[in-house]
């Protein structure tokens, strides 16, 4: 009960719910995308037009280009359809009525790889003797068809418009018309002759305009055995000509590559073909002709089509990113999706183990620059997972100098470098440009090998016997150290000359046990927990044998699709399909342990056919498990965003106030809360427990609070200790 009227007034804060916002992990590959044009992909975008087999081509540019592409000489081949080529010709051939046709005695249609279906081109000097007679002041003569060549139709063999020559009296003219017994000329004669006095010169084989007629198969004898230089026509002729048939022998191409005869410049896109091309038909280089060269007419709809197959790289997504959300759009995106494009092949591996977005980033330069590039993109971005189709050790080494200046206080931007290393086989152990070889005096023998500026006994690279010298291209083994200037090689293989300045280099060959402890110390040199380094060297995709970078694909999708807390030791894997130099196959399991001490991520299976699985996560950097397990590092990560995220809100917008420290505290609450009860079946929640050790105003700086938040955090389970008591 109240003793006056009064009006309560309460200042309170409202307890708003924090925003929770789950950070995204993404992920990318980076590495070279191609522009790949093939005739048997897509012939029908590559046509550059008609060849002119006469003069030569020029192509200005290349069909179906992208802006910016830089052409390669590796992959360009030059393709023709509707074409023609020259596989034999000659003018001491003959045929028969039967159809049978022989070529010069030199012919081989045999090896010339004469098929069923070409075609021949005929024609003929041959001259019909004494078979007509010609009156003064007509222009029409006689036949005398007793004279004429068995089978010889005189209206099959002459027409009007036929040029038409007679020797005596001299004549020559057109036919005006033409029956089996007169013939007809535009001009009358000029003399009286009788029939053994005047020869005409047939001038064609048959009344066929085109005079081409199709090989029905190589001729044979009785034996069945082929007779080389004698072709069966389908056509049945009605006369035999024994002598004097010019003939050219062709097939029509309906892809044909020019492998020669033309020059391409990368820099400009030009492309100059030259004339009279040849092309492999058979096993035999032959001129390209076509339709048109090939039946002397002006011009026919079928002539030879240029048809341009080029690979370029393309610079499309060296600054933005081709996001692949589902399995199509890598092909709608970055076309050729196998092993010829790297990022295409890249992003299929990625995704296939991701199963969720992922980005594919180009360069823009097929060298250390071109991949440096994308590290601005990466970086803006916000990419965590990072693929790299490398296997050069100095360029991961830039990209894990990269993601541990990324991931400063300041800058908060995490992200993991993955890439690959190849299979070292050998080791250098001294070279040098002065070295001179020189004679034995005791055996005159040109053996030994000095270099004033060597150090051949160097305790950390001593050489030894057996150890191999290589001089320009040619090796040598060593028998002995003289001291740490001089060598002495195999006697049985001595140097050629005695000569100095010379460039040599000094290797031994590399057990497995070597091999394997050069691999580790390659990750032990990057030493970070933001470098993953992965093995095999060599992996199978579709069939394939392919570069162990796919192996980063792999991790990178499966670090970009898992929940944070997630771990990835003996999780099989997508799309690849075999990893060679581990366990089945080179390296026993000692061995693949020295390789995993160095903080590799070694892929095995249990089988030549079994499913290839993640051996260990591990990093590079081995000191914790915290650093050295790559779900510890992630989680950690995910975490470090998620409540960096639930804080950022006030930055700006509140002043440090005891309300400002009480809100923080309420919100990381609720965070705590949240990822608590974020859990997941057999690998629980990313968070196990939490409390707010300290959240209060920095004694240093006014303006900065100082939070710092106690985490019990997941790790996995690798080891299980059973202790069997009896």
Same mark, same amino acid.
Request: hydrophobic share 45%.
């Given at each position: ?30 590495? $070279?995308?191609?522009?790949? %044009? ?62 049978? !046709? ?5 012919? =081989? ?60 009296? +001299? ?8 029956? =089996? ?27 066929? +305009? ?36 010019? @003939? ?13 005869? !033309? ?27 076509? /339709? ?14 240029? /048809?341009?197959? @080029? ?47 992922? @980005? ?20 803006? =971005? ?42 070292? #086989? ?7 440009? +002065? ?7 005791? #055996? ?15 305790? +950390? ?33 001595? !140097?050629?000359?005695? #000569?100095?300045?010379?460039? @040599? ?6 057990? *497995? ?15 970070? *927990? ?16 392919? $570069? ?16 944070? %807390?997630?771990?990835?030791?003996? *999780? ?17 399991? #000692? ?56 804080? *950022? ?8 106030? $005891? ?53 019990? %955090? ?13």
């Amino acid at each position: 009960m109240t003793i006056k009227p009064l009006v309560l007034v309460f200042q309170e804060l409202r307890t708003s719910a924090a925003t929770i916002v789950t950070p995204t992990l993404s992920g990318c590959v980076v590495g $070279p995308h191609y522009h790949i %044009q093939t005739y048997a992909d897509n012939h029908g975008a590559i046509l550059a037009g008609a060849y002119d087999v006469v003069n030569g081509t020029t192509v200005a540019s290349m069909p179906a280009a992208v802006p910016g592409m830089k052409l390669k000489s590796q992959g360009f081949r030059l393709w023709l359809d509707e074409a023609r080529a020259i596989i034999d010709s000659g003018v001491a051939g003959s045929i028969t009525q039967a159809g049978l !046709f022989t070529g010069g005695p030199s012919d =081989n249609f045999v090896t010339y790889g004469v098929q069923p279906g070409d075609t021949i081109k005929l024609t003929s000097s041959i001259t019909v003797a004494g078979v007509a007679t010609v009156a003064f002041g007509t222009n029409a003569f006689l036949i005398n068809l007793a004279s004429l060549p068995v089978g010889f139709v005189p209206t099959n063999e002459f027409a009007v418009g036929d040029a038409i020559t007679l020797a005596t009296p +001299a004549y020559s003219g057109k036919i005006t018309a033409v029956t =089996n017994t007169t013939i007809t000329v535009d001009t009358a004669f000029t003399a009286n002759a009788a029939a053994a006095a005047i020869s005409v010169v047939r001038v064609r084989l048959l009344r066929n +305009a085109t005079q081409t007629y199709a090989v029905k198969a190589i001729a044979v004898d009785g034996n069945n055995a082929p007779i080389v230089n004698q072709l069966q026509l389908t056509t049945n002729f009605p006369f035999t000509a024994a002598s004097g048939v010019s @003939y050219e022998v062709t097939r029509r191409l309906t892809q044909a590559e020019i492998t020669s005869g !033309f020059t391409l410049s990368t820099v400009t896109g030009i492309l100059q073909v030259a004339p009279a091309a040849e092309v492999l038909v058979g096993t035999m280089l032959r001129n390209l002709t076509d /339709y048109s060269t090939l039946l002397g007419l002006a011009a026919l709809a079928d002539a030879p089509q240029m /048809y341009l197959e @080029y690979k370029a790289l393309d610079v499309s997504f060296a600054n933005i990113p081709a996001p692949i959300q589902k399995n199509a759009d890598v092909g709608l995106l970055l076309g050729v999706t196998d092993l010829r494009n790297p990022l295409g092949q890249g992003a299929v591996v990625m995704y296939g183990n991701a199963q969720a977005t992922i @980005y594919a980033v180009g360069i823009a330069s097929e060298d250390d620059a071109g991949f440096l590039g994308a590290i601005d993109v990466i970086n803006r =971005n916000h990419f965590y997972a990072q693929a790299i189709l490398t296997q050069e050790a100095a360029l991961l080494a830039a990209f894990n100098a990269n993601a541990i200046a990324q991931a400063a206080p300041e800058k908060a931007n995490y992200g993991l470098a993955i890439g690959n290393v190849p299979l070292p #086989t050998t080791i250098t152990l001294a070279s040098g440009t +002065a070295g001179q070889t020189q004679v034995d005096p005791s #055996t005159s023998i040109i053996d030994f090998f000095q270099d004033g500026a060597g150090a051949f006994e160097n305790p +950390a690279l001593t050489v030894l016997p057996g150890d191999l010298l290589t001089i320009s291209s040619a090796s040598y083994v060593i028998n002995q150290v003289v001291n740490n200037n001089r060598l002495q090689v195999v006697s049985t293989t001595p !140097f050629p000359s005695s #000569t100095t300045g010379l460039t @040599y280099t000094i290797t031994r060959a590399l057990s *497995k046990d070597q091999q394997a402890a050069s691999i580790a110390s390659t990750a032990t040199a990057l030493g970070s *927990k933001r470098t993953i380094v992965t093995w095999s060297d060599s992996v199978s995709i579709g069939g394939v044998q392919a $570069p162990g970078y796919y192996l980063s694909c792999v991790l990178a999708g499966m670090i970009v699709g898992l929940p944070s %807390q997630a771990g990835l030791t003996n *999780k099989g894997i997508a799309v690849v399909e075999k990893v060679y130099h581990t366990n089945w196959d080179y390296f026993s399991d #000692t061995q693949l342990d020295t390789i995993a001490t160095g903080g590799v991520t070694v892929f095995v299976q249990d089988d030549a056919n079994s499913l290839p699985y993640v051996r260990m996560q591990l990093t590079t950097d081995q000191s914790t498990l915290e650093t050295g397990q790559i779900s510890a590092v992630k989680n950690n990560d995910y975490l470090s965003l998620f409540f960096k995220g639930i804080i *950022k809100p006030y930055l700006g917008t509140w002043n440090v106030t $005891p309300e400002l420290i009480g809100a923080l505290g309420t919100a990381i609450q609720q965070g705590i809360t949240f990822q608590l009860n974020n859990r997941v079946a057999k690998i629980g929640a990313p968070l196990l427990a939490a409390n707010i050790e300290t959240l209060a105003q920095s004694t240093i700086s006014p303006d900065r609070v100082e939070i710092f938040l106690g985490t019990k %955090q997941p790790v996995p389970l690798n080891t299980v200790g059973l202790h069997m008591i009896i």
